[in-house]
């Protein structure tokens, strides 16, 4: 596949022009993930100051995820029996990460951004186990996902998820566990080797420890012994005193305000606008430093930080869109949002196991690093693998309902063409629809079209603004052949390399 450079030279100056349909869909692709036509045309020719303005209020409005029966059970709610025990745990932790998937349908920005924190602040289920502490980890990243990234940090750094992954409920003041203190800076603020030396990692651990009562029963809640915490003098980034977790999180900021902004808003602008931040051939730099300046001058607030680079000609410059690679949560998702097709949990299920195999598993990234994104999912096998499992997913809804596909044709032409006769405005509608950058060239969308048009369908019955003298016999909104024909077109679509993009 392609890798595109970063040639994006447009400013972080607010994008003012109403926004067409490509940039609409750009925004919910970047977003969330993706739209149904429908809120795409509500959102067109509406502001880009007024429309994420209105997608953050959204975010910042929805409540996290209801609590679960389950959110304070320790092992003693559970059979005794280890195996029933097991299957129970594992139920609940399958119908959590269902639940949240539903949510990244529907919940747009705030779930995005949850997401992407779940893989900056990395956890792994398969670690800690405990349903009830990855409830607990959800409700923390939910909560902050566009609040305060200082506050953010303190919480996220005492969930019991984090304290058993990164063995911080085992940091005892005698006998200093690094590990926390190590990715605090390496992976969660600073970024490897930036600000910090190993003397720093080393007094950090010990004003960190004491958060190792982890009571009698597994997977009950970890609480401060101060027994076990090194209340001596510490001296970190330059700073000494007899620092506690608190005021460790209070010199780190305080310390090293700037280089912590540089390096969250690079992955933000790398997640969010291109991979590549470091082309010398666009202004990323630029983009990443005045993103940095805004992030310490709201004393870290996340949302003026999203608003500024959402907004800006940057975002939504031509060179900025189409340019990211689908994770496995894109692909289908995305797919499931833009065509609008009726799903259950049997969908889902299906989508969340294909992405698992593809390597993305909700809530269990591959390490502490987390997955590393766009070029990394594209490999000989994921790519098949890709194919395979887009392929059974569009095959499930075609034989779930052939109607809506014909309905996914016409919200795509729009009601002035509902009853076209004239094949290449639809393939052209769904090929823009699911390819933010459409087809390379002409004669691949001419192969396009040459799917679309079924043997089944003779060339004179469409109408003469397509064949000459052609017939008009066939019409989108009544042939029998319509769900088929966009069936194998879509089937036809997901195998090229533009719909590995947004």
């Known amino acids: 596949m392609e890798y595109f450079m970063n040639c994006n030279t447009a400013p972080l100056a607010p994008y003012t022009p109403p926004l067409d349909r490509s940039r609409v869909e750009h925004l919910f692709r970047r977003l969330g993930f993706s739209a149904s036509v429908d809120r795409v045309n509500q959102a067109i020719g509406q502001t880009a100051n007024a429309l994420v303005d209105s997608l953050i209020a959204e975010a910042q409005g929805l409540p996290p995820q209801p609590a679960p029966a389950w959110a304070t059970w320790t092992r003693a709610n559970y059979p005794a029996d280890d195996d029933a025990a097991g299957a129970e745990v594992r139920s609940q932790i ?47 990243l939910q909560r902050n996902a566009l609040g305060n990234f200082k506050t953010f940090v303190s919480e996220i750094g005492l969930t019991n998820a984090m304290l058993f992954y990164l063995d911080g409920a085992y ?20 970024g490897e080797g930036n600000g910090y030396t190993e003397e720093d990692i080393i007094e950090t651990a010990r004003s960190l420890s004491g958060y190792t009562n982890r009571g009698d029963i597994r997977w009950t809640p970890v609480t401060f012994d101060a027994t076990t915490h090194d209340a001596g003098s510490k001296t970190i980034l330059g700073q000494t005193g007899n620092f506690g977790y608190a005021e460790t999180i209070d010199v780190l900021f305080a310390q090293r305000a700037n ?36 992030f310490v001058a709201s004393n870290f607030e996340i949302a003026p930080v999203l608003a ?30 833009e065509s609008n097709f009726t799903y259950d949990n049997t969908n889902l299920s299906f989508a969340m196991d294909s992405a698992a195999l593809l ?28 194919w395979l499992t887009s392929e059974v997913l569009i095959q499930g809804f075609f034989q779930s309902n052939p109607e809506q596909f014909r309905t996914l044709a016409m919200d795509a032409v729009g009601p002035a063409n509902a009853n ?25 969308f001419q192969n396009a079209l040459s799917v679309f048009m079924i043997e089944d369908v003779p060339e004179n019955y469409y109408g003469s603004d397509y064949t000459p003298g052609g017939l008009g016999l066939w019409m989108l909104s009544i042939s029998m052949e319509v769900p088929q024909q966009v069936f194998l077109l879509l089937m036809y679509l997901s195998r090229q390399p533009e719909f590995q993009l947004k």
């Open 308 to 337: 500024q680079l959402f907004k800006s000609q940057h975002f939504f410059d031509d060179n900025a869109i189409g340019v990211i690679i689908k994770s496995p949560f894109d692909l289908y998702l995305h797919f499931i949002n």
């Open 171 to 190: 940091n005892n003041g005698e006998n200093p566990n690094e590990n926390y203190a190590r990715e605090l800076y390496e992976l969660f603020t600073l």
């Open 420 to 444: 076209t006769s004239n094949p290449e405005i639809v393939t052209r509608a769904l090929v823009d629809k699911f390819l933010p950058k459409g087809l390379l060239t002409e004669q691949d």
């Open 94 to 140: 399958a119908a959590w990460r269902l639940e949240y998937t539903q949510g990244l349908l529907t919940n747009n920005l705030r779930d995005r951004l949850s997401f992407f924190w779940s893989n900056h602040f990395v956890t792994e289920i398969d670690i800690y186990q405990g349903p009830a502490f990855l409830y607990e980890y959800t409700n923390c």
């Open 359 to 386: 390597g993305q598993e909700v809530f269990d990234p591959i390490d502490v690093a987390g997955w590393q994104r766009d070029r990394a999912w594209i490999n000989t096998n994921f790519i098949i693998g890709r």
């Open 259 to 294: 280089p912590i902004a540089e390096f969250i808003c690079r992955k933000l602008y790398e997640y969010f606008v291109h991979p590549d931040s470091t082309d010398a051939t666009g202004n990323a730099q630029a983009i990443i430093d005045g993103m940095a300046s805004t």
